[in-house]
């Protein structure tokens, strides 16, 4: 057999990040609160529950921990890509419900408006599973089916990583990037939190000093 080698260039970065609060107390705290904050099945007939997107606004102590721990990770996550803004802002946060063996998901989608986006596993229950990237690269001139994508059974067709839910865990990724959450069939109830974040203040400041823009959430 011919030699061969898999060079990999342009890699996607995903962070992973351990909350150092999270606890069983904390989990039950948080979730009796989510069960009184407004929200509802998105995507029916197997979509999760999604709460309102101003989760982060919320004074509840339990929320503003978890806040508090999005915002140093932001911070951290800027400061290893050297990004070149003010800080990565929260735009939009909210909650993810999946009873406990509904089957349950969320359909393949990706976060518009928003320059990073997130999982935050609370609980336990199905993985969150990621597209290629590169496929939509070949779509305007040949596309060739891979035969093991073909044996899927649709809710998944053209993905090919996971990531196992893992409460205390954050993962920031680009937004563009597509995911879904699989199917609920555990029997436990599956809940987290995502969240969206912007680069604002000042974004691209060149060498005379003044930025490409000016960015302030409204």
């Known amino acids: 057999m011919i030699e061969e080698k898999e060079l990999h260039y342009f890699p996607v970065k995903i962070m992973e990040?351990?909350?150092?609060?999270?606890?069983?107390?904390?989990?039950?705290?948080?979730?009796?609160?989510?069960?009184g904050f407004p929200a509802q099945q998105s995507n029916i007939p197997e979509g999760v529950i999604t709460s309102r997107t101003d989760m982060h606004k919320q004074d509840a102590p339990c929320v503003q921990r978890v806040v508090k721990f999005f915002n140093e990770c932001l911070e951290q996550y800027k400061e290893r890509f050297e990004l070149n803004c003010e800080q990565l802002e929260l735009t939009l946060s909210w909650f993810n419900h999946a009873p406990s063996m509904s089957g349950w998901g969320h359909p393949l989608h990706r976060h518009p408006m928003s320059y990073v986006s997130s999982v935050y596993y609370i609980t336990e229950g199905a993985p969150t599973i990621f597209g290629d990237p590169c496929t939509p690269r070949t779509s305007d001139t040949l596309d060739v089916w891979q035969d093991t994508l073909m044996k899927s059974d649709g809710w998944n067709l053209g993905i090919?990583?996971?990531?196992?839910?893992?409460?205390?865990?954050?993962?920031?990724?680009?937004?563009?990037?597509?995911?879904?959450?699989?199917?609920?069939?555990?029997?436990?109830?599956?809940?987290?939190i995502s969240f969206n974040a912007l680069p604002t203040g000042k974004v691209n400041v060149g060498p005379n000093g003044l930025p490409q823009v000016n960015l302030k959430l409204l």
């Open 17 to 35: 990040y351990t909350d150092p609060g999270w606890s069983p107390e904390w989990v039950e705290e948080f979730t009796a609160w989510a069960r």
């Open 160 to 192: 090919n990583e996971m990531y196992q839910s893992n409460p205390g865990k954050l993962i920031l990724f680009p937004s563009w990037l597509h995911h879904f959450s699989g199917r609920q069939l555990q029997d436990i109830d599956r809940w987290t």
